[in-house]
């Protein structure tokens, strides 16, 4: 009847969070003691177990993820959604004879991926523009696969695939052929955002563009002391309205985790991407991130 | 106020008396006070402060983490204690009335999702209410042994392959037999989350495990006539104020003839048999599977109510053979 969160079942590892404070020298590389241990939220667990408890967290929100969003962000997940898709402004152009690769990670409920596809069609009237939705969770696939069958367009559809994948490996995807790879409010649930850096440079083709929303440190004094009374009090209505406390806190402390705007240029550049920049939407509560693999 | 003070107040002042000047006079001040504290200076003292203007120095690393950290903590640090067992999410009296009210409206609206009645179960389960349920619980010995061993009903526990094949006249083999009928799982039992006490915690988990057993008992369905028939014996028996609202207000949302037969039937039957049978939270269940059921019920003082599935089916046959009669006589 309920789905009770698997990762309810981790063991506190308080020591390796000491020992983790010693050797990391940056927030986003969290690995310590030769990679044993890696960040969950707040806890230390070890690195093998992080993708079954992320994997966890979502199965249980997986069916109210858009809700949740809304609750979250108060509804403005679709203006940055928005922004998101015009700024990038993907698609065919009518002078053009190739169609473009999209590639979508950690975009298992689908909105982006339908919402690009859909600007394409809208603006540069591109039917022929190919999409891979990648997700590491099926039950978040299985969410975008239901919508794209109730809004009865991109289903059975030859453009696009669902795929069960890891993004930090993406072991189906050959290298050097996507033109765009987006990644929404999922690269902060990697393993080792890196390494999904790195597969992204990989699976880019040359000149295709690397394109992430995620949540980051808000520039604003007063806007950042709304956000964090907000942010201690959302498990607690989760917990009352969704039934479901663990993983918003999980959600609430894996956005504190994020490194910030710089730092995450600087991880992309290490990635081998040129031309990296970043935009703050709404005070820096999320930044869009870009680069080009050249 | 200000106006009379600065007026009257000192001699050098009398050239100010007009109300403009006042107003930009206070604005003017509050502004200044206002830009010493959040002004661009401030701003970029605190920047030099944090090691963010010039050259990241070696400290920034470091005084960043620290930051970060402080934040966590205070993310962390919203619940009033640390949880006392596994999903347990302790909260302040504040938001317990907010669970209180919040559950108690969706309840009233959506009384079939089952999460909103459980909520508010474990809102209104007072800890005066549970530990007046412990106490009767540690005054008898087989209650005693059920908060020490805290056994957990779930169908691994329960093995059903064996209770099928037990005697036709035990317990186990009528609850086995009640469950298919109904089409339900022991498991189905959601977990405690916001009681506090763990033992309290544990009673009230007891207590909601039960609830089939006591459906199997009295072979009860779980169709809601039964389930409010259930409530009002847990209600009048244990005491759980849950109970007690459920079995009172559900009916009103009922047929007037669902309505009449738990009124004038189920009702009498549960408040009678519930005050004078033994406090069945005392009841290891697990151990009286393989008893014969009537001898059980006789222990225990409880006498069977009326089949209500026999009735409704009686009343439906009763209604359909009314219908033939007159449909044939239109034709």
Not at chain 1, 252 to 266: G, H, L, N
Request: aromatic content about 10%.
């Amino acid at each position: 009847m309920l789905k009770v969160a698997s990762f309810k079942n981790y063991v506190n590892f308080a020591n390796a969070k000491t020992i983790g404070r010693l050797f990391s020298s940056n927030n986003a590389l969290n690995k310590v003691d030769g990679g044993k241990f890696t960040d969950f939220g707040s806890k230390m667990v070890p690195l093998a177990e992080k993708q079954k408890l992320v994997g966890g967290v979502f199965s249980s929100v997986a069916s109210k993820y858009d809700i949740m969003n809304d609750v979250m962000s108060l509804g403005i997940h679709r203006c940055w959604k928005d922004h998101f898709i015009n700024k990038l402004d993907a698609g065919k152009r009518p002078n053009s004879d190739t169609p473009l690769s999209f590639i979508d990670v950690a975009g298992g409920s689908g909105d982006i991926a339908f919402g690009l596809l859909d600007h394409a069609e809208e603006k540069f009237h591109d039917t022929q523009s190919t999409m891979d939705i990648i997700d590491i969770n099926p039950d978040m696939l299985k969410e975008g696969e239901k919508r794209a069958l109730e809004q009865n367009k991109y289903y059975n559809n030859p453009r696009v695939r669902f795929m069960i994948q890891n993004g930090e490996v993406l072991d189906a995807i050959e290298s050097n052929s996507k033109d765009i790879y987006t990644v929404s409010f999922g690269i902060r649930n990697f393993t080792d955002i890196q390494a999904g850096l790195n597969t992204a440079h990989r699976v880019l083709k040359p000149g295709g563009i690397f394109y992430c929303l995620e949540f980051s440190k808000i520039e604003n004094g007063l806007v950042d002391f709304g956000y964090q009374q907000w942010a201690k009090v959302l498990p607690f209505m989760g917990s009352v309205i969704a039934n479901d406390y663990d993983s918003y806190q999980y959600l609430v402390e894996s956005i504190e985790r994020f490194p910030d705007q710089e730092t995450f240029k600087y991880m992309i550049e290490k990635a081998g991407f040129q031309s990296v920049g970043y935009e703050n939407l709404t005070f820096g509560t999320c930044a869009i991130h870009w680069g080009i693999k050249v | 106020m200000l106006l009379r003070l600065t007026f009257l107040s000192s001699k050098l002042d009398r050239c100010l008396h007009n109300r403009a000047q006042q107003r930009h006079i206070f604005i003017a001040t509050a502004l200044t006070i206002g830009s010493f504290l959040f002004g661009k200076d401030a701003r970029l003292a605190d920047m030099m402060d944090r090691g963010e203007l010039h050259d990241k120095n070696v400290e920034y690393e470091l005084k960043r983490q620290e930051r970060i950290d402080a934040r966590l903590k205070t993310l962390q640090s919203t619940r009033p204690m640390k949880p006392m067992y596994k999903g347990h999410v302790p909260l302040t009296a504040i938001e317990k009335m907010i669970l209180f009210t919040v559950s108690g409206v969706r309840s009233f609206f959506h009384p079939e999702n089952g999460i909103n009645i459980v909520q508010l179960g474990e809102s209104t389960a007072l800890p005066f209410v549970l530990e007046n349920l412990k106490q009767t619980m540690l005054s008898d010995e087989t209650g005693r042994r059920i908060l020490r061993e805290k056994p957990n009903v779930t169908t691994d526990q329960l093995d059903m392959g064996k209770l099928s094949k037990l005697p036709k006249n035990t317990f186990g083999y009528r609850f086995f037999k009640w469950l298919e009928k109904e089409g339900v799982s022991p498991d189905t039992r959601a977990p405690v989350t916001y009681i506090d006490d763990p033992v309290h915690a544990y009673i009230f988990k007891r207590y909601r495990q039960c609830h089939d057993f006591y459906h199997s008992l009295n072979d009860l369905p779980i169709i809601i006539e039964g389930e409010i028939t259930v409530k009002a014996l847990e209600a009048a028996n244990l005491g759980i104020p849950m109970a007690a609202l459920g079995a009172l207000l559900a009916p009103l949302r009922l047929k007037s003839v669902q309505r009449d037969r738990l009124y004038d039937i189920y009702l009498p039957w549960a408040v009678k048999t519930g005050l004078s049978c033994k406090p069945l939270i005392n009841v290891y269940w697990e151990e009286l599977l393989e008893k014969d059921i009537d001898k059980l019920k006789k222990e225990l003082g409880i006498t069977a109510p009326p089949d209500l599935r026999e009735i409704r089916k009686e009343r439906a046959q009763k209604r359909k053979q009314l219908k033939l009669r007159y449909e044939n006589f239109d034709q």
